[in-house]
């Protein structure tokens, strides 16, 4: 099977050095990338188009095609047909062979694209003599330019004939490894896994930097999504997954600082920690997946705010995309189940957040916060290739509806959420335990008795109760409220 790479409109108009190099760069990509999936696959060309010449095995094929799709540089894929380049009326025979059915009882047009100046011909005529031809003999319902049922597209190049039986829509953008890397700041939910992407669409190469607020499970959830990003769209490249242990910051935040600025400072810790690591791995700038006014902490003074706690720039690939357009690229890109499972730690920090908080006001509220707590965070960041992350699935966890006599309810809400809405269970005894505490605390309780774990949407339970079962707490189950 022989493919016709178009490249992102983007890279046609760049200067010829420049685009030079990023189809020199997008052609190394390709290579690297099909050759496991197809060791028959060749990939050729230059200036204008590449061409890649598959094995014969369908289901390589298909895997081929899948691959380009997903691979950034690449506008659309031209499934074709190659034939060498005799007259006009053999071109109408190979093209009443091939397209005879499908333009039958159909309103059609005919596209020509033409490369060369040895024809004696132009795109026009050909257009126009083939559109006779299929009419006249393939009973086709008649020809329209501007509303076709059906579209005939025909390439000469020089002295070849393709013809195109099928066009595959690529990812746009340009090829990875053109661009500088940046450190993409991944918490695993809609935003920042669509901010990742949007990246790697435009081919800066993202090293993920996770802050861990809820234990082993969470980390491997957002692995999976790491790993599924960087398969399916970077796999010509090696890029880092690095995790930043934070529940003892977000717990030293809820002690010591003030409610309506908690959201912004752990904000501002996290890009403190992001700043040392991007400085450590030599990446000159930052990604959020943070839109403006989507939330009340992320208005433009609070953005403001954030920024200034980190030397790099921090770019924010979203800040204007609706939640709705998110959530359609996030399942646009299949990757919707897998986000929806992790649940929203940065969201539940503040109650009460200030909408248009200061530097002054952050800086006081700041001055009670331990930083050798962050000092402890940075000093336990583990970096791993994304080739190599473990992707483990943990034991499953029972889920309870209704809490027996003696078992025990622990509320793992942050003080504010239980305060603002009590769990109150008749004859059931209920503990408040918020969820920065609770591995530690969890080792204290008495281990003869059975605990149930609670959250609101029953996601941060999940996860919790995960850690701890993994940790070889065998007394812990989840509660779901009915």
């Known amino acids: 099977m022989k493919l016709i ?104 047009a005919v596209r020509c694209k033409r490369v060369g100046r040895d024809h004696p011909f132009s ?107 960087w398969q399916r769209y970077a796999a010509s490249h090696r890029l880092r997954f690095i995790s930043v242990p934070f529940e003892e910051v977000v717990g030293e935040i809820l002690k010591n600082v003030d409610n309506s600025q908690m959201g912004v400072v752990l904000k501002r810790m996290m890009l403190r920690v992001a700043d040392r690591i991007a400085w450590r791995l030599n990446m000159d700038a930052l990604v959020t997946g943070e839109a403006i006014a989507q939330v009340a902490s992320q208005t433009l003074p609070n953005l403001a705010v954030i920024d200034k706690a980190c030397e790099r720039l921090v770019l924010r690939p979203l800040i204007a995309t609706s939640k709705r357009e998110i959530i359609d690229t996030v399942r646009a890109i299949g990757m919707e189940q897998m986000c929806t499972a992790i649940p929203e730690y940065c969201g539940i920090i503040s109650v009460s957040p200030a909408i248009r908080t200061t530097v002054a006001r ?25 080739r190599d992350l473990q992707l483990e699935a943990g034991t499953d966890i029972e889920v ?11 509320d793992i809400r942050t003080p504010d959420e239980q305060e603002a809405a009590p769990l109150r269970l008749e004859g059931i005894e209920v503990r408040c ?29 999940r996860m919790h109760a995960q850690n701890l079962l993994d940790s070889g707490h065998l007394n812990v189950r989840v509660l779901r409220k009915g």
């Open 5 to 108: 790479i178009k490249f992102f409109s983007e890279i046609t108009i760049k200067t010829p050095q420049v685009r030079k190099r990023f189809v020199k760069q997008l052609k190394v990509n390709l290579k690297a990338l099909l050759q496991p999936i197809d060791p028959e696959a060749r990939v050729n060309g230059t200036w204008d188009s590449l061409e890649v010449q598959t094995g014969d095995d369908p289901q390589r094929q298909a895997a081929v095609i899948k691959r380009l799709c997903n691979t950034p540089g690449i506008s659309h894929i031209h499934e074709v047909h190659e034939y060498p380049l005799t007259t006009l009326d053999d071109l109408a025979e190979l093209c009443v062979a091939q397209f005879g059915e499908q333009v039958r009882g159909k309103v059609f």
């Open 123 to 229: 795109s026009p005529e050909v257009a126009a003599y083939l559109g006779s031809q299929l009419r006249q003999r393939c009973g086709a319902a008649g020809i329209s330019l501007k509303q076709p049922e059906v579209v005939v597209n025909v390439e000469i190049r020089e002295q070849r004939v393709f013809l195109i039986e099928t066009r595959h829509e690529g990812m746009g953008g340009f090829p990875l490894g053109t661009m500088e890397p940046v450190l993409s700041l991944m918490s695993g939910g809609f935003d920042s896994t669509v901010a990742s992407y949007r990246m790697l669409q435009r081919g800066l190469l993202p090293h993920f930097v996770f802050f861990n607020l809820g234990g082993r499970a969470h980390e491997i959830g957002v692995r999976q999504i790491a790993h599924e990003l």
């Open 362 to 386: 952050v800086e006081e509220a700041e001055a009670a916060f331990d930083f050798s707590v962050l000092e402890a965070a940075l000093q336990r960041v583990t970096i791993t290739d994304c």
């Open 400 to 410: 309870v509806e209704q809490p027996l006599t003696g078992q025990i309810v622990l």
């Open 433 to 461: 335990i918020p969820f920065f505490e609770l591995s530690r605390r969890f080792a204290e309780l008495d281990p003869a008795r059975m605990y149930l774990l609670y959250c609101d949407r029953g996601l941060m339970s």
